[in-house]
C-alpha cells in the first residue's frame, strides 16, 4: 500500500458548505437575539434588586432590637426612682398608702419592726426629743 | 492598534455601538463559521454555536480589557463554545466525544451542506483519533491556515509547542490514512 503523504497530496478542503445567502441575514439574527436577551435579563435583575431589599430590611430591623429594646427598658421605673418619687413629688399622703396595704403587707412590717431591747433603748436614749415620744 | 483601541472604544460607545458591531459582524463572521464548523462539524450545530458566540462577544466586550487582540479573544470565544457544545451534545446524548464525532462524520455523506468525497470523510475520521488539542492545531493550520503566532494567542500555548502538535498530528492523520 502507498504511504499517504499530506505534504505530497494537493491541499484538502473541509468540503463544509453553507445555505445560499446565509451570512447574508446572519448579523440580524444574531443582533435579535442579543435585544431579545437584554429584555430576558430585565426580570432576574429585578429579582435580584427585590431580594437586596428585602436583605437590607432584614438587616436594618436586626440592627434596631438593640435600641427598642433599651427604650423599652427605660420606660420600666426601678424602684428607687419610685420611691424617690412618690415622697417627694406626687401628693399621695401616707394615709393613702397604709389604705392600700393588705395583711400580707402589714405582716412584711411586723417583721421588720422586731428590734432588738438594746438597739431601742439606745434610740431612745439618744432621741432628744424622747420625752415628747413618751407623753404621746 | 490605536485602531483596534478605537474600535473597541466605538463598540462600547453606545451612540456607535450598533454601527460598530455590525462591522465586527461582517468582519469574522465568516472565519469564525469555519472555525466553529471545523469543530461541531455539520452546519445547524455550527449556527447555533456561531450565535451564541456573538451573543456573548457582545455581552462580554464590557469586560474587554485589551491585554490580547480582539481578533484572538473572540476565536478564545468561539472555541470554547463549540468545546461546550460539543461536550454537552455528547453528554446528551450518553455518548463519548468521540463517539459522538464519529457519528456526526457518518452523518456528513448525507448532510447537504457538505461537499466532499473519501478522502475528506477519512481525513475527519483520522483527526477524531487525534488529542483535542492537536485536533484543533491541525485544524487552524491545515484548514483554516493561520499562522502559528495567531494560534499560539488563542490556544494560550508557545508556538514551539504548537509546530510539535501539529507534527504529530500529521504523522498519526498519514498512519491512519495509509492504514484505512
Given at each position: 500500500m502507498e504511504t499517504f503523504k499530506l505534504e505530497n497530496e494537493p491541499k484538502i478542503k473541509t468540503g463544509f458548505k453553507t445555505p445560499?445567502?446565509?451570512?447574508?441575514?446572519f448579523s440580524a439574527k444574531v443582533l435579535g437575539q442579543i435585544n431579545e436577551k437584554e429584555i430576558k435579563v430585565i426580570p432576574i435583575y429585578k429579582r435580584k434588586e427585590v431580594i437586596a431589599m428585602f436583605v437590607a430590611a432584614v438587616i436594618v430591623i436586626a440592627l434596631m432590637i438593640p435600641i427598642v429594646n433599651n427604650y423599652t427598658k427605660s420606660k420600666e421605673l426601678d424602684e428607687a426612682t419610685l420611691e424617690t418619687y412618690l415622697s417627694y413629688q406626687s401628693n399621695i399622703n401616707q394615709y393613702d398608702l397604709i389604705r392600700e396595704l393588705d395583711t400580707k403587707d402589714i405582716e412584711a412590717i411586723n417583721k421588720n419592726v422586731v428590734l432588738e431591747q438594746e438597739t431601742l433603748e439606745d434610740v431612745l436614749s439618744s432621741s432628744p426629743n424622747i420625752e415628747n415620744l413618751i407623753s404621746e | 492598534m490605536t485602531d483596534e483601541k478605537e474600535f473597541i472604544a466605538q463598540l462600547l460607545n453606545p451612540k456607535t455601538q450598533n454601527a460598530a458591531f455590525q462591522i465586527l459582524l461582517s468582519q469574522y463572521q465568516k472565519p469564525l463559521y469555519s472555525h466553529i464548523r471545523n469543530i461541531v462539524l455539520n452546519h445547524d450545530d455550527a449556527d447555533d454555536v456561531l450565535q451564541n458566540t456573538f451573543v456573548k462577544v457582545f455581552q462580554y466586550l464590557k469586560n474587554f480589557k485589551g491585554e490580547s487582540k480582539l481578533f484572538s479573544w473572540m476565536y478564545r470565544i468561539a472555541t470554547n463554545e463549540a468545546l461546550t457544545f460539543l461536550s454537552q451534545k455528547a453528554k446528551l446524548n450518553g455518548l463519548t466525544s468521540e463517539a459522538l464525532q464519529n457519528k456526526t462524520i457518518d452523518n456528513l455523506k448525507a448532510d447537504t451542506y457538505f461537499d466532499g468525497d473519501e478522502i475528506q470523510i477519512k481525513l475527519q475520521k483520522a483527526l477524531v483519533t487525534l488529542p483535542e488539542k492537536q485536533q484543533l492545531v491541525f485544524k487552524m493550520k491545515?484548514?483554516?491556515?493561520?499562522?502559528y503566532e495567531e494560534i499560539s494567542e488563542i490556544l494560550g500555548t508557545s508556538v514551539g509547542a504548537l509546530k510539535a502538535s501539529y507534527h504529530h498530528a500529521v504523522k498519526k492523520i498519514e498512519l491512519y490514512v495509509t492504514s484505512n
Open positions: 445560499d445567502s446565509y451570512f447574508d441575514d | 491545515y484548514f483554516e491556515e493561520l499562522k
